[in-house]
């Protein structure tokens, strides 16, 4: 397993937000964390990430305990981000973002002709301050960078919101290749239908707690479990 989450409990000040919450994710997976809102997607991220510490479990990364790492250690071990609110630098230039993202880690940097043969639109954009970038131009920048940083694992949380169909596709191909390459993906979704097209594996948060988790196909071709656990 790249990824092992062994049931962490995780608070914001004494309110707690995950409950023995426990995932993995192999080599090349795509993982899928679905659930309402508030279940605890995004505070899994989180919580993987150093940025709010669980107060209980472990969490191992590419064989390391990371449980106690400082965020950008952890970073430099091979874990991308891809924000839900995207965090691209808006007095920056493009070119500038993506320049101080790259890193050297123990697995495959992209290159940047490797990123503007998937975000074509990337290499007109790069000497524009990120202020003036539209949604779908801060996800490519947001994803751009994750790639260039080197990862063995990429968080995704929410990576379709708000963008069109013709860039969700990219973001899709994205994964996908990273998939091809041994990169493995979490992806934490609203939408579980897209999710659900591309996840090997479903983690299933609710109100803190996994309710439940199992092969993607499983919910791809049972729409009664997929109404019962995600309403949709
Ligand atoms: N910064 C914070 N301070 C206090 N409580 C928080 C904070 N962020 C999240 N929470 C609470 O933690 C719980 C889990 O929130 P989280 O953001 O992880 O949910 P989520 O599954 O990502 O939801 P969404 O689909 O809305 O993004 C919620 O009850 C939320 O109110
Ligand atoms: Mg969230």
Redesign the pocket.
Known sequence: MILEVAGIDTY??E?Q??FGVSLTVAPGEVVA?L????????????SVLGL?RPRRGQIRFDGRDISEAPTHEIARAGIGWVP?DRRICPTLTVARNLAIAMKRTRFRSWTMKEVFEIFTALEYLMARDAENLSGGEMQMVAIARSLLGAPGLVLF??PSQGLAPMIVDKVLATIARLKAEGVASLI?E?NAETALGIADRVYV?D??RTAWSGPAAALRDDPALRWRLLGA
């Not at 659930?35 to 991220?45: H, L």
């Open positions: 914001y000040g309110t937000a995950l964390l659930g309402p809102n508030g279940a605890g997607k995004t505070t899994t991220i989180r709010t839900d949380d929410e934490v609203q948060l109100l803190g």
